[in-house]
């Protein structure tokens, strides 16, 4: 079995488990990134920060220039904490609090994603009080599918997000009419973990409707934001590790018709790959058919098993032992505390470290503290 490549001496005293992050890895996504939109200037990347929060991690994105989209009210403070300028941070979210709206006005974020007629009444008045006007744009619920898991399409009529686009018009025109906005453009957004380009053909599509629809009204849009949403390959992080962004970018470049700026917010794509959740095998229990390789690591440091059923590759790095199944198990009081069932593991022995791969995305940003667990630390190299 191909593993992946790890300073195993680094970690020998470090308390498990632990989120490992392979900067360098980083580094090259980001790359990768810049390259495939040089030939469009216009175009800009704002990193979605709800995919991983670490500071370290906030603060390589902000200095290679990218912008930060934030889902949150600490979304916001932490991408300003990391140094992402307050105009290229945008603000999405169906419930945004009015203390929250108000960060946002006093930062002087360059753009709030509102969800509804409801907020643009709110952020309209607040920034009023304030003296200021809020630039805003509306998301668009485009009512496409994604096929990727049911609780991760976000694009559908029947999810909570945006403003349908079969009413966009008349949301346009109110918040073009409160005195408290400056209407500025769409913003939409899918899905995730997306690997069927068709799927992001489909959102052109969908949005090229709606600007001839409103060019035809006069509406001028100032930039379109076409969310995030790329997926990875979960299944060989060692042969693939960067995401396939030049398909991701050339759907955009030969689909969509509207030649105003267009705005992009991976979260996944950007971070999974170089994240890597380290463990440790406590104990290796016989069940009745089966024997269980109980971790160290549980749910509480990465919950998209429990979640969603969401695949991670899992590694023993510390054994060349013959190959033999586990399923692999976290401490956690609940059944659905498993990382993986019949997992082909080099053999485990107390004290093996165990690698759950790709898990930079959704990993320590959804890390709770359910049953007393303390959050993870990490590891920068
Ligand atoms: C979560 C989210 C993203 C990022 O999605 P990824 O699948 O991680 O790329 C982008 N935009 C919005 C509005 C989001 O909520």
Redesign the pocket.
């Known amino acids: 079995m191909i593993k992946g490549n790890y300073p195993l001496g680094l970690f020998k005293d470090r308390r498990t488990p632990f989120y490992f992050y392979d900067t360098t890895l980083l580094q090259q996504t980001i790359e990768e990134v810049k390259r495939q939109i040089a030939d469009r200037p216009s175009w800009q990347v704002h990193y ?1 920060v ?2 991983n929060a670490n500071p370290d991690i906030l603060r390589i994105i902000a200095d290679a220039g990218l912008g930060a ?1 934030c ?1 949150s009210g600490g979304e916001v403070s932490a991408a300003l904490a990391a140094g992402f300028r307050p105009e290229s941070i945008v603000f ?2 169906v419930g945004k609090r009015d203390d929250e709206i108000q960060l946002g006005l006093d930062a002087g974020i360059g753009r709030f ?1 509102v969800e509804s007629t409801a907020e643009m009444m709110v952020i309209s008045e607040l920034a009023l009080a304030a003296g200021r006007r809020a630039p805003v744009s509306i ?1 668009v619920n485009p009512d496409v599918g994604a096929h990727t898991h049911a609780n ?1 399409t ?1 694009g559908l009529a029947e999810n909570k ?1 945006g403003i349908h686009h079969s009413v966009l018009p008349e949301a346009i025109a109110l918040a073009q009419r409160l005195p408290g906005l400056d209407f500025r453009g769409l ?1 939409f ?1 899918i ?4 690997l069927d380009m068709s799927d992001f053909v489909s959102l052109c599509n969908r949005i090229n409707e709606c600007t001839e629809k409103l060019e035809l009204m006069g509406i001028r849009l100032q930039d379109i934001n076409v ?5 990875i390959d979960y299944e060989h992080p060692n042969h693939l590790p960067v995401a396939d962004f030049r398909s991701y970018f050339d759907v955009f470049k030969r689909h969509l018709d509207c030649k105003c700026p267009v705005h992009f ?6 971070v999974a790959p170089c994240g890597t959740l380290i463990s440790r095998v406590l104990y290796v229990k016989d069940g009745l058919h089966k024997q269980f390789a109980i971790l160290d690591a549980s749910m509480t440091e990465l919950l998209r098993p429990a979640l969603y059923h969401a695949w991670h590759r899992i590694e023993n790095l510390s054994s060349d032992g013959p190959e033999e199944k586990y399923d692999v198990v976290g401490p956690v009081c609940e059944s659905s505390d498993v990382f993986g069932k019949g997992v082909v593991l080099n053999r485990c022995s107390r004290g093996d470290f165990i690698a759950l791969r790709s898990a930079g ?2 990993g320590e940003s959804m890390a709770s503290r359910y049953n007393c667990r303390p959050l993870p630390e990490s590891l920068l190299l």
Do not use: C, M, W
């Open positions: 979605a709800k995919a989209d889902v999405a979210g994603n998301r991760i976000t997000f913003h957004h899905g995730s973990q997306i969310g995030g949403g790329l997926g917010e991976p979260g996944r794509s950007i995305a959704y």
